[in-house]
């Protein structure tokens, strides 16, 4: 591994100054889960590695009234320990949850995941369907983007050289609505995912048809896919199994997997279909609380 500088500054604007002195050759570490593993692997030639996890604006998780805020070094497992998250961000808590085992969860953080950007990304899909924004600061000041526009490819991001993820900022969810996100993988934990659904549902004051939906799919594409066609299907449609079984269909065709050594585009495809009528069916439950 190419020897690097450690360096921990304890502000944005300190980061930003390291990174921009560095250019390519400087990463931000949050957990460092992956990024230690990669520079191990000499994915790239780092001069420096910058901590974040002494900036206090990075570390900072908040519930309020107007949604939830993750800091960008957040460990997974203040996330799913906490109680108001857990209440009203349940999809949130299921890809944190998964990450990894127990050791990864203690480092490692949604933010991390998100700007790693694998197509398996366990947190990113809860992101989309939650409709979270990514929070970013340069030195030209603070940029918000959408998650579901995040990942531009494979461990690919609209992140730039001198950009750094502030924080990930979740709207509070509607009344009547809930989400769930779940994955396919060979064994029972720290596996990659063969293919993952997220889904939010939000249903009318009755609870018997859908007002809207957001469904994500992982691990079938070049990036994680917010499958929009499959969610607007939804919309206005009772809850019942036809209908169900009708989006999680063309979740099916939402679906671009490649054939690999985990799993062939058919099975994939097929996962997809069968996750989605589950997920679809698991936040109603929770929507009906
Ligand atoms: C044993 C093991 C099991 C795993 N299991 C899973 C799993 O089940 N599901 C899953 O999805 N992943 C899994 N992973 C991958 C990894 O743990 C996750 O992707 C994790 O969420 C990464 O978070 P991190 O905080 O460690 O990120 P880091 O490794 O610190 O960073 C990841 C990338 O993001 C960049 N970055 C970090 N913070 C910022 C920032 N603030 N601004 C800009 N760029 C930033 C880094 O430079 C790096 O390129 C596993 C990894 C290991 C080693």
Redesign the pocket.
Known sequence: MHPFAYVAPGTVDEAIAVLNEHGDRA????????????ARANVWELDAVVD?KNIPE?MNLSVGSDGLSIG??V??YEVYENSEIVADYPGIVDGAS????IQ?QS???????L??A?P????ICPLIVYSAVARIASSSGIREVPVEDFCTGPSQTV?ETG????SIEVPKPAANSGAAYTRFIPRNE????VAGVGVFVQLDSSGQNFESARIALASVGPTPILAATTGNSLAGKPVNDESIAAAASLARDAATPITDMRGTIEQRKQLVEVLTGRMIKQAVERARG
Request: proline share 4%; net charge negative.
């Open positions: 990463r931000p570490m949050a957990g460092g889960t992956d990024l230690l593993v990669k974040i990075l960008a070094g460990p997974c998964i990450i990894g085992g990864i480092r490692a953080g949604l933010g991390g995941n700007c790693n694998a398996s990304g366990d947190g992140l950009d750094l993820l502030v720290m596996d990659i995912a």
